[in-house]
Every structure is written in structure tokens, then in C-alpha cells.
């Protein structure tokens, strides 16, 4: 009773708003004398969002073309920039929205490559929206930052002496925007908290924690290096299986569990493999195929009680990678510098990810220590509410692909 009841909280309380991957923008900004030229370019989901401000009837393309082009401030020395008519709508790729904005700004005032920026864009709507800002002077200087809601201001400085970044300065960068987007992605927090049931422990789950980290940083260069190119949206589908499949393995009798169902499992991912295929969604049919298949498998491929946590960890990290990437391709990643900014980005979600189970593995302790006899009530009860946001997670993310 306790499982099911977590189970239809979590599945009834879920909401779209906390993708892995969470809401996110970029632009790319040339000054041009005394002009800053830009593209602002969003995936078209976010953009969606902007609904709840009113007026359902607006295309899309508008709604958000008239939102950007009022979503940022331009400052100098000199004083304010001026934006120069109304922001135009632009092509973009297939799921995306863009739109050129024009700022002029004072005489000489973007001169020294020194200026402020703000931005609120989404900011409305989504409060945890991340904007990644990239700026250029056509003669090598360079500038970024990363906006939030508690950082909606940044001071950008293209002086000649910061445009060469050292490969420690691109790993110092990055090891922020790595951790950020763990904390930030409330499925991915789900997966750790999941997987940490599973392996029970601190030495299985450090070995756990070595595959997870094995798989998404294999996919995750690949996938920074052009080497694969992963649909987002049916990564995001399968981010959400991953913490639906390890939260039933961790339930109590999961392994037997797993047994019995892995074919009705099976069966329902190749009915919305279907689906996908008449619906034309890309990619999504051939991965949910894949899963049925794995599905079905897997509990045949481990001895009863032996421990599969590294395995999955390893496997799905495979596509947490993925998802990882698409965080990373809104960022214009210094080339010179790739593997160090891969390797800050990848110290920055593993410092994240410890961060999360050591306090997970504290709270336990203090839960045996002051109220023994909850302890198994409360873990069926945390098993069964991600196996409820998994499963809401990843049905959803498929239908609406």
C-alpha cells in the first residue's frame, strides 16, 4: 500500500518543468563598431512556455520573437545601448526558435570590449532558465557568460589579454556549468538517489558510481566531437526509463520483480515503439525497439543475487551522456582547450553527483540511528515515488517527442 501510494503521488505530482536537461537558451553576440549584433535561439518546448503569459492564439514564432527582443539590456561606459527596431525571427533548425536583435550603442562605447549585460529571457516562466551569452569583436576577442535569475547581469570584457584562455582557465570554467546542471536536473538527481539504493553501500556504490561515470563520459565526447549526434528529445525519453528501471531493481524483491515483468515490460515499449514509428518521431522508435529488447534480457543475464548496479550504472550512463552533451552543444566550447573544458565539465557533475549521495548515505544513517523501524517503510515509499516520476518521466517525454 505504501509503494503504490508513493507511486500515484509521484506519478500525479510530476511535471515536464524538471527535465534533465533543463530549460535553456543561447546567443551569440559581434560587435560591429559601435552595432552588437545577435542571434537568440531556443528550443521551441521552452518556448512553448511562454504561453502561460497570455494570448494562446500568437504563433509561436512570434510569441517568442516579441518576448526576446525585449529580454535584453545593453550597457557601456558611454551609457545604455539602444535596440535598434524590433527583434526579426530567423531560420532555425528543426525544434528551435531564433530571432536577430540589433543594439546601437553610444559612439565608441563598445571601443575597449567592456560592457553590461543582462537578460530575463524565460525568466517569467521557467525561474531555474540557464542563458549561455557568447560574444566577439571580429579581431579575436572573445567573451561568455552564463545568466541565471540570481545572475541576470554580467560585466563582459574582451581586453586582448583575456582572449587566449589557458587550458587550466577552460577547466576552471567548465567545472561550475557541470555541477550546476546536476543540481539542477531534478531526474538526474532521481538516477543517483536510485542507484544509491540499489548498490547499498558505500564501496558498491563507489563502484556503481565508476561505471555511471565511465558510460556518460564515453558518449558525452563522442557526442561533444560530432562523433554522434543523439535526438534530444528521445534521449530525454530514455533518461526517464533509466530512473523508472533502477528504482524498481531497488525496490525490495526487485530482482524477482524484474523476472516476472520483463516481458509485459517489454511488450509496452515495443506497443510505444509502434506508436512512435505511425506518429513519425524521429529516432524514438528504433531506441524504444532497443529498449524492449534490453528489457527483456537483462533480468537473464545475472545470477539471482548478484549485483547489477555497475552494469546499469555503465549502460545508462551511455545515455545520460547524451543528455549531458546537450547542455554542453548550447555552449560554444573552446576547441584549443576541448579536452580540458570536457574533463572541468566532468569533474563538476561527478562533484555534484558525490555531493548528493553522501548526503543521501547521511540522512540514512540518521534514519537508523533515531527511527530503525521506519527505515524499510520510507525506503519503499522513496523506491516508489521515482519509479512513479520515471515511468511519468519517460511516457511523457515520449508521446510529446
Given at each position: 500500500m505504501v509503494r503504490l501510494l508513493a507511486f500515484l503521488i509521484a506519478f500525479g505530482c510530476a511535471t515536464p518543468a524538471v527535465a534533465h536537461t533543463r530549460s535553456q537558451s543561447a546567443s551569440h553576440w559581434r560587435i560591429e563598431?559601435?552595432?552588437?549584433?545577435?542571434?537568440?535561439?531556443?528550443?521551441?518546448?521552452?518556448?512553448?512556455?511562454?504561453y502561460a503569459l497570455g494570448d494562446e492564439d500568437e504563433p509561436l514564432s512570434e510569441k517568442f520573437r516579441r518576448h526576446a527582443g525585449g529580454a535584453f539590456t545593453v550597457k557601456t561606459a558611454a551609457g545604455a545601448c539602444v535596440s535598434s527596431g524590433d527583434a526579426r525571427a530567423t531560420s532555425a533548425p528543426v525544434g528551435r526558435?531564433?530571432?536577430?536583435?540589433?543594439?546601437?550603442?553610444?559612439?565608441?562605447?563598445?571601443?575597449?570590449g567592456r560592457l553590461d549585460f543582462s537578460s530575463r529571457l524565460f525568466l517569467d516562466v521557467a525561474a531555474s532558465h540557464l542563458h549561455f551569452a557568447n560574444f566577439s569583436d571580429g579581431a579575436g576577442g572573445e567573451g561568455e557568460a552564463i545568466l541565471t535569475d540570481a545572475h541576470r547581469t554580467a560585466r563582459i570584457a574582451m581586453q586582448?589579454?583575456?582572449?587566449?584562455?589557458?587550458?587550466?582557465?577552460?577547466?576552471?570554467?567548465?567545472?561550475?556549468?557541470?555541477?550546476?546542471?546536476?543540481?539542477?536536473?531534478?531526474?538526474h538527481l532521481a538516477f543517483i538517489l536510485a542507484l544509491a539504493l540499489l548498490a547499498r553501500g558505500l564501496a558498491p556504490i563507489a563502484i556503481a558510481a565508476t561505471g555511471f561515470t565511465l558510460g556518460h563520459t564515453a558518449t558525452l565526447a563522442l557526442a561533444t566531437m560530432g562523433a554522434v549526434q543523439p535526438d534530444g528529445s528521445t534521449v530525454e525519453a530514455l533518461i526517464g526509463f533509466t530512473?523508472?528501471?533502477?528504482?524498481?531493481?531497488?525496490?525490495?524483491?526487485?530482482?524477482?520483480?524484474?523476472?516476472?515483468?520483463?516481458?509485459?515490460?517489454?511488450?509496452?515499449?515495443?506497443?510505444?515503439?509502434?506508436?512512435?514509428?505511425?506518429?513519425?518521431?524521429?529516432?524514438?522508435?528504433?531506441?524504444?525497439?532497443?529498449?524492449?529488447?534490453?528489457?527483456?534480457?537483462y533480468p537473464r543475464g545475472f545470477k539471482r543475487g548478484a549485483s547489477s548496479?555497475?552494469?546499469?550504472?555503465?549502460?545508462?550512463?551511455?545515455?545520460?551522456?547524451c543528455g549531458f552533451a546537450g547542455a554542453l552543444n548550447e555552449l560554444d566550447l573552446p576547441r584549443?582547450?576541448?579536452?580540458?573544458?570536457?574533463?572541468?565539465?566532468?569533474?563538476?557533475?561527478?562533484?555534484?553527483?558525490?555531493?548528493?549521495?553522501?548526503?543521501a548515505l547521511a540522512v540514512a544513517?540518521?534514519?537508523?540511528?533515531?527511527?530503525?523501524?521506519?527505515?524499510?517503510?520510507?525506503?519503499?515509499?522513496?523506491t516508489a515515488g521515482l519509479f512513479g516520476l520515471g515511468v511519468f518521466w519517460f511516457v511523457s517525454r515520449t508521446i510529446g517527442a
Open positions: 563598431g559601435d552595432i552588437l549584433r545577435g542571434r537568440v535561439e531556443a528550443d521551441a518546448l521552452d518556448a512553448t512556455r511562454l526558435v531564433a530571432v536577430e536583435i540589433v543594439f546601437r550603442c553610444p559612439a565608441h562605447g563598445l571601443s575597449d586582448p589579454e583575456a582572449r587566449a584562455e589557458s587550458a587550466w582557465g577552460s577547466f576552471l570554467r567548465f567545472l561550475p556549468i557541470g555541477a550546476t546542471h546536476v543540481w539542477g536536473g531534478l531526474d530512473v523508472a528501471f533502477v528504482a524498481l531493481e531497488a525496490a525490495r524483491d526487485g530482482q524477482s520483480r524484474m523476472t516476472r515483468w520483463s516481458v509485459p515490460i517489454a511488450l509496452c515499449l515495443l506497443a510505444l515503439a509502434a506508436f512512435a514509428l505511425v506518429s513519425g518521431l524521429g529516432g524514438a522508435p528504433i531506441a524504444l525497439a532497443g529498449l524492449a529488447v534490453f528489457a527483456f534480457a548496479a555497475p552494469w546499469l550504472a555503465a549502460v545508462f550512463g551511455l545515455i545520460h551522456g584549443p582547450h576541448l579536452v580540458s573544458a570536457l574533463a572541468g565539465f566532468n569533474v563538476g557533475v561527478e562533484f555534484a553527483q558525490a555531493s548528493v549521495v553522501l548526503l544513517w540518521a534514519a537508523r540511528r533515531f527511527a530503525p523501524t521506519r527505515v524499510g517503510v520510507a525506503g519503499e515509499a522513496i
